[in-house]
């Protein structure tokens, strides 16, 4: 390996650069306008919450992730920022895992490379907004789905699609759009399901 360091040292350090990086200017500016929204809906009581965002454009699961964030760590905007840098820096690894899982530890490596250096990465991960959370639980949803559909153990597959469901559940409470990714996994079992069994077969055993 270059420099003497495998591919899980890459992710390590990358998934630690991208914390660093994260942590820096989260008080750049004051709480913006979709920002106070996030701040109106996590200050209701549950109930409210609820009742509100049905009429809303986004689902509950974000807002109810910040009130009770905030209920624990205090209600400054640094600390609600904090919320989406750990949900940032999460996706780092979790980008990472998947790059080596459909290709191999360098993929990986530089997946989570990208990912902890993309400005825009680093922009919603200082936003007090949904959008790194349901980039977070994609990614999981995505993994879990690979795993699920790839692995010839019962018992595994059965975790994996535990955690799949889990996971896409949670992005479409997390966000409507979220809709796009049950929808692609659909399409892509649908192609594979009408290729010739040679090529399902070559693709499972690279995966």
């Known amino acids: 390996q270059q420099f003497g360091l495998r591919p ?9 650069a991208g914390l660093a990086l994260r942590l820096q200017r989260l008080d750049f500016q ?6 106070g929204w996030s701040f109106y809906f996590a200050g209701q009581s549950l109930p409210q919450l ?11 699961l974000y807002y109810i992730l910040l009130k009770t964030w905030l209920f624990i760590v205090g209600p400054g905007p640094e600390e609600a920022r904090f919320l989406s840098v750990i949900f940032g820096v999460a996706l780092i690894p979790v980008v990472a895992v998947l790059g080596q899982r459909l290709f191999d530890g360098r993929v990986g490596a530089m997946a989570a490379a990208v990912t902890a250096l993309m400005p825009l990465a680093i ?16 990614a999981m949803s995505v993994y879990s789905f690979i795993r ?7 018992s595994s597959s059965s975790k994996w699609s535990l955690i799949y469901v889990a996971t ?12 796009f990714i049950p929808l692609l996994q659909l399409l892509y079992l649908l192609v594979t399901y009408w290729q010739p069994q040679e090529r399902r077969a070559h693709r499972s055993s690279i995966w």
């Open 148 to 154: 699920a559909t790839q692995t010839l153990k019962v």
């Open 8 to 16: 899980g040292h890459w992710i390590l350090f990358f998934t630690l």
């Open 123 to 138: 922009y919603y991960s200082q936003e007090v907004r949904m959008y790194g959370l349901v980039t977070l639980l994609g």
């Open 50 to 60: 609820l009742a509100l965002t049905a009429a809303d454009i986004h689902p509950p």
């Open 30 to 35: 004051p709480l913006w306008g979709d920002e």
């Open 168 to 179: 896409t559940t949670a992005a479409l409470y997390t966000m409507y759009y979220a809709i």
